[in-house]
């Protein structure tokens, strides 16, 4: 079973409108959740690095005054597009990573249109 | 920073053929790992198999196995018997040790199935 969860799967929104995007850890605590952006036909780009209890880690090129990431607890991170506009549809993905050589845990991932 | 290249945009088998798709990277690191995933139009981001850096045997997980060559910093995967189910984007990706670093992604590679 899923050991990521992400909510929503799809948002259809007007542009303007801040959407909040939900990553969550079950049944194990991560201090540090990836969020990767990937435009169609296109791979996944890492967006930011959030940390439970500090803050997150943007790459460059990323707006963390357009795309605010919270990492409140060991079992969520949260992240907000603002003021959002059509160029910011994409889909979004994130991860916590797993120990030693096991793999990333991916969500599932968010598909956001903006119209 | 590590960079991940696949040269194959897109590539194509004929069902229960064999197929091989290509990646390298570039790092300094002698620790890390590499991964390969498979996005289905779903786009859920599924692990195939992946290889410690450390290890001199290439992986094989059932049909799929890799050719890793540590000095090249080549890490090609090989489908063998391909199935209509394999149609899919390939991604190749290096995550750095320790265990809680993001992935850096290849480009992808299309993989087509003929029947």
């Known amino acids: 079973g899923a050991v990521v969860s992400q909510h929503p799967s799809r948002v259809i929104c007007k542009s303007g409108t801040s959407v909040k995007i939900e990553c969550r850890s079950l049944?194990?605590?991560?201090?540090?959740m990836f969020w990767y952006r990937q435009f169609p036909k296109q791979s996944l780009m890492l967006m930011a690095t959030s940390n439970e209890g500090s803050k997150a880690t943007y790459e460059q090129g990323v707006e963390k005054d357009k795309f605010l990431i919270n990492h409140a607890s060991l079992t969520l991170s949260t992240l907000t597009v603002t003021s959002a506009h059509p160029e910011d549809s994409s889909f979004y993905i994130c991860s916590a990573p797993s120990v030693g050589n096991q793999p990333q845990h991916f969500g599932d991932g968010t598909r956001l249109s903006i119209l | 920073a590590q960079t991940v290249t696949q040269s194959q945009p897109e590539m194509s088998v004929q069902e229960a053929e064999t197929v091989t798709l290509s990646c390298t990277y570039d790092t300094s690191e002698s620790d890390y790992y590499l991964f390969w995933y498979k996005q289905p139009p779903s786009r859920q981001m599924i692990l195939v198999i992946r290889?410690?850096?450390?290890?001199?045997q290439n992986a094989t997980e059932n049909r799929f196995s890799v050719n890793f060559q540590k000095a090249a910093k080549s890490f090609s995967l090989k489908i063998s018997d391909s199935q209509l189910g394999d149609a899919a984007m390939y991604f190749c990706?290096?995550?750095?040790?320790?265990?809680?670093?993001?992935?850096?992604f290849g480009a992808g590679t299309r993989l087509t199935v003929k029947p």
């Open positions: 290889q410690e850096a450390y290890k001199q």
């Open positions: 990706a290096y995550r750095s040790f320790p265990y809680n670093n993001d992935m850096r």
């Open positions: 049944d194990f605590q991560a201090t540090t």
